[in-house]
């Protein structure tokens, strides 16, 4: 993968794949899936650049596990995949 580093207070997700059967066992076909909205931080930027000049450190780090907003941030494709860049305000919670 190439080296990506976000920068600012973005975030950098590798999207994580989509439920394959119901709770109940039934598969699902590739269109009934639902879109993915978890994901593991692969890269964090430097933080926001507050009026004082310093930065404010993000709260979460590589290798956390997040929930994210369905259309939220930019979708990428990196050697086959899926990743999303996010603003950490984008991010609806982290988990563990």
Do not use: W
Request: glycine share 12%.
């Amino acid at each position: 993968m190439a080296q990506l580093k976000p920068i600012e207070d973005r975030v950098l997700v590798k999207v994580l794949e989509a439920e394959e059967k119901t709770a109940g066992g039934i598969v699902l076909p590739d269109n009934a899936k639902e879109k993915p909205q978890r994901g593991r931080v692969v890269a964090v930027g430097n933080g926001k650049l507050l009026g004082d000049g310093k930065r404010q450190e993000l709260s979460v780090k590589s290798g956390d596990e997040v929930i994210f907003g369905k259309y939220s941030g930019s979708d990428i494709k990196i050697d086959g995949d899926e990743f999303k860049v996010l603003r950490e305000s984008d991010l609806l919670a982290k988990i563990g």
